[in-house]
């Protein structure tokens, strides 16, 4: 049952992580060399007054009476008692608290920008849930982040300025036809660090606090342990036994990289590590343009041959008919000779290209599809070569989709009523593990050939054979 919700939660339907997944990988590849996910859990609830007492003392009161007696708030730190329910009781009241009620949530998991990721600067490993922190910078509107930071209406002006992006940063010519030069946003840093790394007195190694600093004001508007966890008591007879934390013990902001360098935990993309060759590239193809442009054809004439009149002509370019000579008019008009492309740049290009491969380690079978020659036997070992390294990356892809889902995982430990399961479902599911210790060791995985696309040929070849 706890699969099938979680299943559920990660579809199109819910977080969508798949969108955020196919961004990320863009992102690794084309540009950054790094991508972020940022996983969190959204709800929006509707106060109202439920009675102050538990099941134990609401057993005591006959159905009957409880109609009517009236309804009477009570301070949320007002505990029921003998002494002080007794009175009331008498009086006809019934203590009611105020409780938030739950209308509409989501777990939500959104792509941000490498540009955004916040990490320490002197990290120097390849899993960033060592990293004394990790955060990003964001922006929100109003709304979203006078629920999500406990801002006061009178913050308003401090907080909210207009979304002023560079240049460099946005694909929009015109940000003014846009509207976006009215717009007023909220920018924040959102920072998640363990704990016990700046705290002696914390015992737990997984405790992790939210730090969140929000542009205009000076003291952070959230200082505060983590929401994404709960605290768990080893014994509740016993206060000195300790205690460990259900739901997350990763950080919200998780990165990917496909590869790692010595020392530095983010390595180049693709597109960055292939720079050098395209600009050759880009060089070669500029030199054969300006080659074209200035080696036009040129023609020449005798001037003891041709009228003078036909000379003025000729040179103005204007003349398409007959040509009158004196004598053979083969010899009176003729063509110079073109500058001819050097022949040795072209297998600059092809060195050029054959670097660029070798650094994506790709050959160009694998990227056209194309027989580009060569035999058999040396295609089958370029795929073996490139079945292993996409092996590798597809490992590292899959843990990194996996650190996500569990994330999901234990916000719905946290928060979900797992609404799709039957009541027969939600019976089984709560026999067969604790809800205090569901993601304790909990292992995750997926099939090994998911991350595998084919197409239908190969489907239906694969099936046959």
């Given at each position: 049952g706890f699969a099938k919700q979680?299943?559920?939660?990660?579809?199109?339907?819910?977080?969508?992580?798949?969108?955020?997944?196919?961004?990320?990988?863009?992102?690794?590849?084309?540009?950054?060399?790094?991508?972020?996910?940022?996983?969190?859990?959204?709800?929006?609830?509707?106060?109202?007054?439920?009675?102050?007492?538990?099941?134990?003392?609401?057993?005591?009161?006959?159905?009957?009476?409880?109609?009517?007696?009236?309804?009477?708030?009570?301070?949320?730190?007002?505990?029921?008692?003998?002494?002080?329910?007794?009175?009331?009781?008498?009086?006809?009241?019934?203590?009611?608290?105020?409780?938030?009620?739950?209308?509409?949530?989501?777990?939500?998991?959104?792509?941000?920008?490498?540009?955004?990721?916040?990490?320490?600067?002197?990290?120097?490993?390849?899993?960033?849930?060592?990293a004394d922190f990790a955060g990003y910078t964001g922006k929100c509107s109003w709304a979203e982040a006078k629920i999500e930071f406990n801002l006061k209406d009178e913050q308003y002006t401090k907080v909210c300025m207009g979304d002023n992006e560079s240049a460099d940063k946005s694909l929009r010519s015109n940000p003014e036809r846009a509207g976006l030069a009215d717009t007023k946003r909220v920018k924040f840093d959102d920072i998640y660090y363990w704990r016990y790394r700046v705290d002696p007195d914390e015992k737990s190694l997984d405790c992790i606090w939210r730090i969140v600093y929000i542009e205009g004001l000076t003291e952070p508007a959230i200082h505060e342990p983590w929401k994404g966890q709960q605290k768990v008591p080893r014994d509740p007879a016993k206060p000195d036994a300790g205690h460990y934390y259900i739901g997350n013990t990763r950080f919200p902001v998780q990165f990917c990289t496909l590869t790692y360098i010595t020392?530095?935990?983010?390595?180049?993309?693709?597109?960055?590590?292939?720079?050098?060759?395209?600009?050759?590239?880009?060089?070669?193809?500029?030199?054969?343009?300006?080659?074209?442009?200035?080696?036009?054809?040129?023609?020449?004439?005798d001037v003891n041959r041709i009228d003078q009149t036909i000379q003025t002509m000729l040179m103005k370019g204007q003349w398409q008919g007959m040509i009158p000579t004196n004598g053979d008019g083969s010899r009176a008009i003729g063509e110079i000779a073109r500058a001819s492309y050097p022949s040795e740049n072209l297998s600059f290009d092809q060195q050029a290209m054959q670097d660029l491969h070798d650094s994506w380690q790709l050959s160009p079978q694998q990227i056209s599809g194309a027989d580009q020659g060569g035999t058999a036997t040396a295609a089958n070992i370029s795929q073996q070569n490139f079945a292993t390294r996409i092996g590798q990356e597809r490992g590292r892809v899959a843990q990194f989709f996996l650190n996500v889902c569990e994330l999901v995982a234990g916000f719905m430990v946290l928060y979900s009523d797992f609404p799709i399961l039957t009541p027969e479902e939600k019976q089984a599911m709560e026999g067969a593990w604790d809800s205090k210790q569901i993601t304790k060791d909990l292992v995750f995985k997926i099939l090994p050939d998911t991350q595998v696309v084919l197409d239908s040929e190969a489907r239906i070849k694969k099936l046959v054979d």
């Amino acid at each position: 049952g706890f699969a099938k919700q979680l299943n559920y939660e990660i579809s199109p339907k819910r977080s969508n992580i798949g969108a955020a997944m196919e961004e990320c990988l863009n992102d690794i590849v084309n540009a950054a060399g790094i991508g972020l996910i940022f996983t969190s859990y959204m709800a929006r609830h509707v106060e109202k007054l439920i009675p102050a007492l538990d099941e134990q003392y609401m057993s005591q009161i006959p159905p009957e009476i409880q109609g009517q007696l009236a309804e009477t708030e009570v301070p949320d730190e007002w505990e029921p008692s003998e002494e002080n329910l007794g009175p009331m009781l008498q009086a006809g009241q019934l203590p009611m608290k105020r409780s938030h009620e739950v209308v509409s949530d989501r777990i939500v998991t959104s792509r941000k920008s490498p540009i955004d990721g916040l990490w320490p600067s002197d990290f120097t490993g390849s899993d960033f849930n060592d990293a004394d922190f990790a955060g990003y910078t964001g922006k929100c509107s109003w709304a979203e982040a006078k629920i999500e930071f406990n801002l006061k209406d009178e913050q308003y002006t401090k907080v909210c300025m207009g979304d002023n992006e560079s240049a460099d940063k946005s694909l929009r010519s015109n940000p003014e036809r846009a509207g976006l030069a009215d717009t007023k946003r909220v920018k924040f840093d959102d920072i998640y660090y363990w704990r016990y790394r700046v705290d002696p007195d914390e015992k737990s190694l997984d405790c992790i606090w939210r730090i969140v600093y929000i542009e205009g004001l000076t003291e952070p508007a959230i200082h505060e342990p983590w929401k994404g966890q709960q605290k768990v008591p080893r014994d509740p007879a016993k206060p000195d036994a300790g205690h460990y934390y259900i739901g997350n013990t990763r950080f919200p902001v998780q990165f990917c990289t496909l590869t790692y360098i010595t020392d530095n935990p983010v390595p180049p993309s693709d597109s960055s590590a292939g720079r050098p060759q395209v600009n050759d590239l880009r060089r070669s193809r500029r030199d054969m343009f300006n080659n074209r442009a200035y080696s036009i054809p040129i023609r020449w004439f005798d001037v003891n041959r041709i009228d003078q009149t036909i000379q003025t002509m000729l040179m103005k370019g204007q003349w398409q008919g007959m040509i009158p000579t004196n004598g053979d008019g083969s010899r009176a008009i003729g063509e110079i000779a073109r500058a001819s492309y050097p022949s040795e740049n072209l297998s600059f290009d092809q060195q050029a290209m054959q670097d660029l491969h070798d650094s994506w380690q790709l050959s160009p079978q694998q990227i056209s599809g194309a027989d580009q020659g060569g035999t058999a036997t040396a295609a089958n070992i370029s795929q073996q070569n490139f079945a292993t390294r996409i092996g590798q990356e597809r490992g590292r892809v899959a843990q990194f989709f996996l650190n996500v889902c569990e994330l999901v995982a234990g916000f719905m430990v946290l928060y979900s009523d797992f609404p799709i399961l039957t009541p027969e479902e939600k019976q089984a599911m709560e026999g067969a593990w604790d809800s205090k210790q569901i993601t304790k060791d909990l292992v995750f995985k997926i099939l090994p050939d998911t991350q595998v696309v084919l197409d239908s040929e190969a489907r239906i070849k694969k099936l046959v054979d």
